[in-house]
């Protein structure tokens, strides 16, 4: 790779200086009402800490050095527990017994806020149960500015106010467990490749460079709703922003994440993004997970011992690790995890803790697994949290991934299909036998549902992409199953699913069904397989996948027969080279769908649910339709590789708007069994319009802690105290390790910096979310059967907003600001029998009317001119229009 792009180049390249501006110090927590109880419970317990007790709460205790995949250390003698870290995102990673939910994507699909929360709520059940602390997830970063990026998936879709519902749905699900949530990767994750030092042979991380007014109406926007959801963790990313690593960046922590937007949780890394000492606890960094330091499993830690020794030599300031400590405890206390009914102490006190391990999976093993010695215990108890009877969670995967199934090409009514195969799309006679052939690997169940680690291989029917994100599969329902259950005996079914190869032309010919299944795959960028790492190569499908669907349609019934795609995927998959195929009746996305993946297909085709999943993506024509802006940096182009945000805005369906490309299927499209119309749109302003959001008001004041630094020799190692081999510990060797001086801080550490305007609360300025447009419209179910459709409604700016909104008169540069053709503001999904009709109404606040001002730092509503309401089906289907 390095050769291929310039090896001397990309080491001798000096790097760009860092971009970010400082912002100290790290905001305290503490600020807000709705914390306020669990800040003084925390305040309380943490004065009395010592400080080996508060580096230990901060603290990892290293790779494998607990039975979760990220374990801090407890402060006994306060009785405060070693916290238990978990992946993941769509279920509970390491862990037996457990439910593989649908992916995010699958559910950002279902655009179904209902069924958004309810994962979330089973997920956090899970975990509970399962006992675990912090869940890392949800994701909302990347967004999905790249189509082919890896981790996409993992997400909800790519528009900023989707993610954000989606996002906020299932944090309080989530938390309603009393799990604290983790919302990830804070920010501008958008690829895998170059996202981490030396994983791609380069010393460092990747850049992603954005301007201010992009990285707040686009990739802060999901964080925001996330913060106001009440989220008590944030993760901060792998790479660089603005040219300072994510986990040490004081603008973006400190600044935005913590004083603008009102974050009163604890930031902990992603695992191993920590890339220095003091200066990432200056910088706003509160949890260093999972310990390590520069490299895995070694023990040598950037913080633990040295996080005391810089509080000792006055490297940091004692009132950083106070609230970093307090950030930690207060989201204990915020989530009622001292309710020991529902989370019991570990052992020695109790027998909670996690009953699990993630490192074995035999009944007793070692309590340290990654030291190889230590004391053993139980570390697996085998406790199903799948839920049972109608609480069963299968049952909600089942439903979650049928609503996200998106139908997009149904000629001539192929589907439903009928039990026995025949239907009002075909002519022939009933008196003979139907027949079905069932076509290509992604139907089966190939090497099993849990061949590849971390499920790091595309074999088998695709029901979750790759990487920390991924679980093990208790079952998985393949699609082949579920037909095979589905269609009478009388139904003649040929299944080719070993591989994709193209069956031959003699068995196609005699089918009058042919129902091809192709995916594409992807995932974090520690793994690869089949050519791909991390990022998709392009958007094709994977596994000659284009080639199968031309040679089942060119043969199926002799080109007469009806064929039908079913794609399972990570996001976008290109169709053009078989789309317009006459005798490709049907198409279908599935995306990822998890463990219930057969049954909830079966459930769309056969017409038991009819089809509500809208696209939470464009589907493009070809990879550049998405723009420079689209497109994943494959090679590196310095010695940190700069990845530049130049497009702004313009991501996804924004980007096709403004150059007005066609694309194949807009984002929201997606056909149903039954038919909808919109009428009656009624638009009224219900607050006046004005140009700043209301005077931050001053919070709540932080705990007060006693500061002075502690004796050093209470920080040694205890005498005769046993290491274990690369265990992270809090103690330091000796006296003799402290030299007190002159701490150089960071340049502006000094500065103080003024409260943000648009700061105030959880998420923002409160009043952002004062509405002030109400929408009515009136949607009707047309068509002979029950179904679901989703309102979606979207906003253009006025024209000529001009850049300074202060300015009158002849002050008044002739500068205007540039607006997206339209954005989304508000969808709801709503479930009608055939022929009634119900009035939806949606809410636009503040924000909703307002864009980020770099030079105000504020967000800012037009006073001026008229806001175009457009109210449809889809981004491109709008045909109720009016102004506000």
Same mark, same amino acid.
């Given at each position: 790779?390095?050769?291929?792009?310039?090896?001397? %180049?990309?080491?001798?390249?000096?790097?760009?200086?860092?971009?970010?501006?400082?912002?100290? =110090?790290?905001?305290?927590?503490?600020?807000?009402?709705?914390?306020?109880?669990?800040?003084?419970?925390?305040?309380?317990?943490?004065?009395?800490?010592?400080?080996?007790?508060?580096?230990?709460?901060?603290?990892?205790?290293?790779?494998?050095? @607990?039975?979760?995949?990220?374990?801090?250390? =407890?402060?006994? @003698?306060?009785?405060?527990?070693?916290?238990?870290?978990?992946?993941?995102?769509?279920?509970?990673?390491?862990?037996?017994?457990?439910?593989?939910?649908? !992916?995010?994507?699958?559910?950002?699909?279902?655009?179904?806020?209902?069924?958004?929360?309810?994962?979330?709520?089973?997920?956090?059940?899970?975990?509970?149960?399962?006992?675990?602390?912090?869940?890392?997830?949800?994701?909302?970063?990347?967004l999905g500015r790249m189509p082919a990026g890896g981790r996409n998936w993992e997400g909800f879709g790519s528009d900023p106010v989707l993610q954000g519902v989606a996002a906020a749905e299932t944090i309080k699900g989530i938390q309603s467990?009393?799990?604290?949530?983790?919302?990830?990767?804070?920010?501008?994750?958008?690829?895998?490749?170059?996202?981490?030092?030396?994983?791609?042979?380069?010393?460092?991380?990747?850049?992603?460079?954005?301007?201010?007014?992009?990285?707040?109406?686009?990739?802060?926007?999901? %964080?925001?709703?996330?913060?106001? !959801?009440?989220?008590?963790?944030?993760?901060?990313?792998?790479?660089?922003?603005?040219?300072?690593?994510?986990?040490?960046?004081?603008?973006?922590?400190?600044?935005?994440?913590?004083?603008?937007?009102?974050f009163q949780g604890f930031i902990q890394s992603d695992w191993l993004a920590q890339r220095s000492g003091v200066a990432s606890a200056l910088a706003g960094l509160d949890m260093s997970m999972p310990g390590d330091g520069l490299r895995w499993?070694?023990?040598?830690?950037?913080?633990?011992?040295?996080?005391?020794?810089?509080?000792?030599?006055?490297?940091?300031?004692?009132?950083?690790?106070?609230?970093?400590?307090?950030?930690?405890?207060?989201?204990?206390?915020?989530?009622?995890?001292?309710?020991?009914?529902?989370?019991?102490?570990?052992?020695?006190?109790?027998?909670?803790?996690?009953?699990?391990?993630?490192?074995?999976?035999?009944?007793?093993?070692?309590?340290?697994?990654?030291?190889?010695?230590?004391?053993?215990?139980?570390?697996?108890?085998?406790?199903?949290?799948?839920?049972?009877?109608?609480?069963?969670?299968?049952?909600?995967?089942?439903?979650?991934?049928?609503?996200?199934?998106?139908?997009?090409?149904?000629?001539?009514?192929?589907?439903?299909?009928?039990?026995?195969?025949?239907?009002?799309?075909?002519?022939?006679?009933?008196?003979?036998?139907?027949?079905?052939?069932?076509?290509?690997?992604?139907?089966?169940?190939?090497?099993?549902?849990?061949?590849?680690?971390?499920?790091?291989?595309?074999?088998?029917?695709?029901?979750?992409?790759?990487?920390?994100?991924?679980?093990?599969?208790?079952?998985?329902?393949?699609?082949?199953?579920?037909?095979?259950?589905?269609?009478?005996?009388d139904v003649a079914i040929t299944a080719l699913v070993e591989n994709n190869n193209p069956p031959p032309p003699s068995v196609l010919i005699e089918q009058d069904l042919c129902i091809v299944f192709i995916n594409a795959d992807s995932g974090?960028?520690?793994?690869?397989?089949?050519?791909?790492?991390?990022?998709?190569?392009?958007?094709?499908?994977?596994?000659?996948?284009?080639?199968?669907?031309?040679?089942?349609?060119?043969?199926?019934?002799?080109?007469?027969?009806?064929?039908?795609?079913?794609?399972?995927?990570?996001?976008?998959?290109?169709?053009?080279?078989?789309?317009?195929?006459?005798?490709?009746?049907?198409?279908?996305?599935?995306?990822?769908?998890?463990?219930?993946?057969?049954?909830?297909?079966?459930?769309?085709?056969?017409?038991?649910?009819?089809?509500?999943?809208?696209?939470?993506?464009?589907?493009?024509?070809?990879?550049?339709?998405?723009?420079? @802006?689209?497109?994943?940096?494959?090679? =590196?182009?310095?010695?940190?590789?700069?990845?530049?945000?130049?497009?702004?805005?313009?991501?996804?369906?924004?980007?096709?708007?403004?150059?007005?490309?066609?694309?194949?299927?807009?984002? @929201?499209?997606?056909?149903?069994?039954?038919? %909808?119309?919109?009428?009656?749109?009624?638009?009224?302003?219900?607050?006046?319009?004005?140009?700043?959001?209301?005077?931050?008001?001053?919070?709540?004041?932080?705990?007060?802690?006693?500061?002075?630094?502690?004796?050093?020799?209470?920080?040694?190692?205890?005498?005769? %105290?046993?290491?274990?081999?690369?265990?992270?510990?809090?103690?330091?060797?000796?006296?003799?390790?402290?030299?007190?001086?002159?701490?150089?801080?960071?340049?502006?550490?000094?500065?103080?910096?003024?409260?943000?305007?648009?700061?105030?609360?959880?998420?923002?300025?409160?009043?952002?979310?004062?509405?002030?447009?109400?929408?009515?419209?009136?949607?009707?179910?047309?068509?002979?059967?029950?179904?679901?459709?989703?309102?979606?409604?979207?906003?253009?700016?006025?024209?000529?907003?001009?850049?300074?909104?202060?300015?009158?008169?002849?002050?008044?540069?002739?500068?205007?600001?540039?607006?997206?053709?339209?954005?989304?503001?508000?969808?709801?999904?709503?479930?009608?029998?055939?022929?009634?009709?119900?009035?939806?109404?949606?809410?636009?606040?503040?924000?909703?009317?307002?864009?980020?001002?770099?030079?105000?730092?504020?967000?800012?509503?037009?006073?001026?001119?008229?806001?175009?309401?457009?109210?449809?089906?889809?981004?491109?289907?709008?045909?109720?229009?009016?102004?506000?």
């Amino acid at each position: 790779m390095l050769l291929s792009a310039g090896g001397v %180049f990309v080491y001798t390249h000096t790097p760009k200086d860092g971009q970010s501006p400082p912002w100290y =110090p790290t905001p305290p927590g503490g600020t807000v009402s709705s914390w306020r109880l669990s800040y003084e419970k925390a305040a309380n317990l943490v004065r009395k800490m010592t400080l080996i007790e508060k580096v230990n709460v901060t603290t990892g205790t290293g790779w494998q050095m @607990g039975l979760c995949v990220g374990n801090t250390g =407890p402060a006994t @003698g306060v009785g405060f527990p070693a916290l238990c870290l978990q992946d993941g995102p769509l279920g509970i990673r390491f862990a037996d017994k457990i439910t593989a939910f649908p !992916a995010g994507i699958t559910t950002g699909a279902t655009w179904n806020r209902d069924l958004m929360y309810k994962r979330g709520r089973a997920h956090g059940l899970e975990a509970r149960l399962k006992g675990v602390n912090v869940l890392l997830g949800p994701a909302m970063g990347p967004l999905g500015r790249m189509p082919a990026g890896g981790r996409n998936w993992e997400g909800f879709g790519s528009d900023p106010v989707l993610q954000g519902v989606a996002a906020a749905e299932t944090i309080k699900g989530i938390q309603s467990q009393g799990v604290i949530a983790t919302a990830k990767h804070f920010i501008l994750n958008e690829q895998e490749h170059f996202r981490q030092s030396f994983e791609w042979g380069l010393p460092n991380a990747m850049s992603t460079n954005a301007d201010d007014r992009t990285l707040h109406e686009l990739y802060l926007w999901p %964080f925001a709703e996330s913060v106001r !959801a009440g989220v008590a963790s944030v993760m901060c990313s792998y790479q660089m922003v603005n040219n300072s690593y994510a986990c040490g960046n004081s603008k973006i922590m400190n600044g935005i994440l913590k004083d603008e937007l009102g974050f009163q949780g604890f930031i902990q890394s992603d695992w191993l993004a920590q890339r220095s000492g003091v200066a990432s606890a200056l910088a706003g960094l509160d949890m260093s997970m999972p310990g390590d330091g520069l490299r895995w499993a070694n023990g040598n830690s950037l913080w633990g011992s040295q996080l005391t020794t810089a509080i000792l030599n006055g490297s940091i300031p004692l009132s950083r690790l106070n609230d970093m400590v307090t950030r930690i405890v207060a989201s204990w206390y915020q989530l009622g995890q001292d309710d020991q009914s529902r989370f019991p102490l570990p052992p020695p006190e109790g027998d909670g803790g996690p009953n699990f391990s993630s490192w074995t999976n035999d009944e007793v093993g070692l309590l340290h697994h990654g030291s190889g010695e230590g004391e053993k215990g139980i570390v697996n108890k085998f406790i199903d949290v799948q839920g049972t009877g109608q609480d069963a969670h299968g049952i909600l995967c089942r439903t979650i991934a049928a609503e996200a199934t998106v139908l997009l090409k149904n000629d001539d009514k192929v589907l439903p299909l009928s039990l026995d195969g025949w239907s009002t799309s075909y002519e022939g006679e009933r008196g003979r036998q139907f027949k079905v052939a069932i076509v290509g690997e992604d139907a089966g169940e190939g090497k099993g549902r849990n061949a590849c680690p971390d499920r790091g291989c595309n074999q088998g029917t695709l029901a979750s992409g790759w990487g920390s994100g991924a679980v093990e599969f208790p079952y998985l329902i393949t699609p082949l199953a579920a037909l095979k259950e589905e269609f009478s005996p009388d139904v003649a079914i040929t299944a080719l699913v070993e591989n994709n190869n193209p069956p031959p032309p003699s068995v196609l010919i005699e089918q009058d069904l042919c129902i091809v299944f192709i995916n594409a795959d992807s995932g974090e960028g520690y793994l690869g397989h089949d050519g791909v790492h991390g990022d998709r190569n392009d958007l094709y499908p994977h596994k000659n996948g284009d080639k199968l669907v031309q040679a089942v349609a060119k043969s199926c019934g002799g080109g007469n027969g009806n064929t039908v795609v079913i794609v399972h995927s990570v996001g976008p998959v290109l169709v053009e080279k078989w789309i317009d195929i006459a005798n490709i009746k049907g198409l279908i996305f599935a995306n990822l769908p998890g463990e219930e993946s057969g049954h909830a297909l079966a459930d769309i085709l056969f017409g038991r649910v009819s089809p509500s999943g809208k696209l939470p993506y464009t589907v493009g024509r070809s990879l550049p339709d998405y723009g420079a @802006g689209g497109q994943v940096l494959y090679y =590196p182009n310095g010695v940190i590789p700069q990845q530049d945000f130049t497009e702004g805005l313009y991501i996804d369906y924004r980007h096709f708007d403004k150059y007005n490309i066609a694309p194949r299927y807009e984002f @929201g499209f997606g056909l149903s069994y039954t038919t %909808f119309a919109l009428s009656n749109l009624k638009v009224s302003l219900v607050r006046e319009k004005s140009t700043f959001p209301s005077p931050r008001t001053p919070g709540l004041s932080a705990p007060k802690y006693d500061d002075k630094i502690p004796p050093a020799s209470d920080a040694v190692f205890p005498k005769g %105290f046993r290491k274990l081999k690369n265990y992270i510990y809090p103690y330091i060797s000796g006296v003799e390790d402290i030299r007190p001086g002159k701490y150089p801080y960071p340049k502006g550490y000094d500065i103080a910096q003024p409260p943000s305007q648009a700061g105030g609360g959880e998420g923002g300025n409160p009043s952002l979310w004062d509405i002030h447009g109400e929408v009515e419209v009136t949607l009707t179910n047309t068509g002979i059967r029950t179904g679901q459709e989703v309102v979606q409604l979207y906003l253009s700016f006025p024209k000529d907003v001009p850049a300074d909104p202060t300015a009158s008169g002849s002050n008044r540069a002739e500068t205007y600001i540039d607006f997206p053709v339209k954005v989304l503001r508000a969808f709801e999904k709503v479930e009608l029998i055939s022929r009634e009709s119900k009035t939806v109404k949606l809410s636009l606040t503040r924000k909703d009317l307002s864009y980020w001002s770099v030079t105000e730092q504020n967000w800012i509503m037009p006073t001026q001119g008229k806001f175009k309401i457009m109210v449809g089906t889809s981004s491109r289907n709008l045909p109720l229009r009016a102004t506000l």
